[in-house]
């Protein structure tokens, strides 16, 4: 170790090992280093910052072969642009950074601590007939190999692509999200956006994913709908008008060749029914329990 440290201190003396000691206090440390580090290589290796993070590593080697043979230009150039290499960075990984601290904006870290404290509604967001409305115009339209495209709201509000395209304000049915996506209509072309029980929009433009490991073989439908899931919360249907199955795009992540039982499964959790939670302290004993009140239940070539 002490070697180390004297080469270090020869060929790069700018990078100091601090000395370490063991006791609970490194320990602690230690675990959410190992914490941090871990889930940010997670996301690395999850986002397009892979690819520019290899490149850096590259070029990391580089500059310590600079400093192990002592290039003076080199290190004084290294330096000296040190700041703009950290600003290009973060300019760079814009999108991944923004992503990552929405992501962590939409944790509910005091989630438990508010249910303790008293009463938690959570109301779903659609009826049990709009579930089955999605459900039935989907099948339908796989089984004629109808090409569509269908964004069902979350969290985060679609309204920014909810204006690229033609505002309808309808209730959910299986006939009308039929009709939309018929061939030769002036609707057909383009995604439809869905809020709790309503048909929003039709025709609306979304952003194409970069993702290079997706099927070469997927046309623009299928890169639009997870390229909505890569930027928002939003949950996408896709049916491919080729081949007639349907795929679920869900936080980036394409799910091909979905069964009507799985399709219904993903639509009841983005319906998140309803659950009334009280906490009652109960018995001569002074006991507490908790006891839930009530439940409510494209590939190639396509446009």
């Not at 896709?238 to 091909?256: D, F, H, P, Q, Y």
């Amino acid at each position: 170790m002490t070697e180390v440290k004297l080469w270090i201190s020869q060929y790069m003396p700018w990078l100091r090992i601090p000395n370490i000691h063991i006791g609970p206090t490194d320990i602690i440390e230690i675990i959410i280093l190992s914490f941090l580090v871990y889930n940010l290589l997670v996301w690395v290796k999850n986002t397009r910052a892979w690819t520019l993070m290899k490149g850096m590593m590259f070029l990391g080697f580089f500059v310590v072969l600079i400093y192990i043979f002592e290039m003076d230009t080199m290190i004084f150039l290294i330096e000296r642009g040190l700041d703009i290499v950290i600003t290009a960075a973060i300019i760079i990984f814009q999108p991944e950074l923004r992503k990552a601290l929405e992501r962590l904006g939409e944790k509910e870290f005091f989630s438990g601590i508010v249910l303790s404290g008293g009463a938690r509604e959570v109301i779903q967001r659609c009826s049990d007939k709009t579930v089955h409305e999605i459900v039935r115009a989907t099948v339908e339209m796989a089984k004629a190999k109808t090409g569509a495209l269908m964004v069902l709201e979350q969290n985060e509000t679609l309204a920014e692509y909810e204006r690229t395209g033609i505002t309808l304000d309808a209730l959910v049915t299986s006939q009308l999200l039929i009709n939309i996506f018929e061939h030769n209509t002036p609707l057909h072309d383009g995604a439809v956006i869905i809020r709790e029980d309503k048909i929003l929009s039709a025709t609306c433009y979304l952003p194409l994913s970069e993702n290079q490991t997706l099927d070469k073989g997927l046309g623009t439908r299928h890169r639009a709908g997870v390229g909505i899931s890569e930027v928002t919360d939003s949950l996408t249907i896709i049916v491919s008008e080729e081949t007639g199955k349907i795929s679920i795009a869900k936080r980036g992540t394409l799910t091909r060749n979905v069964t009507e039982e799985h399709l219904h499964e993903q639509l009841v959790l983005w319906q998140n029914k309803s659950i009334n939670v009280k906490k009652r302290i109960g018995g001569g004993k002074g006991k507490g329990f908790i006891f839930p009140v009530g439940k409510k239940g494209t590939d190639r070539n396509e446009a």
